[in-house]
């Protein structure tokens, strides 16, 4: 069955709404995480995700005072727990 064209036109905005929710969930779900992330010319980066902000409708992830868009997150780790001593 082939759609007319008009709801094709309604269906991605809708798309697009939901994806920027999953994306901000998927941010959020990292505070407190630790991540390496491509960092650009400067190589690889390694810290704890502070927060979240979202700039024209998409979330970053800032790390080390810094924001990084989701698709250069390499790795998530649970945050290291510190030891102590009885």
């Known amino acids: 069955m082939i759609s007319p064209p ?38 690889i980066a390694h810290g704890m995700v502070a927060g979240v902000m979202v700039e024209t409708g998409t979330p970053k992830i800032i790390v080390n005072g810094r924001r990084y868009r989701l698709d250069q997150v390499l790795s998530v780790c649970p945050a290291a727990v510190p030891l102590t001593s009885n």
């Open 6 to 43: 008009h709801a094709k036109n309604r269906i991605r905005p809708l798309f697009r709404d939901r994806l920027g929710e999953i994306q901000k969930d998927i941010a959020s779900a990292m505070i407190g995480k630790t991540v390496s992330l491509m960092a650009g010319a400067r190589g």
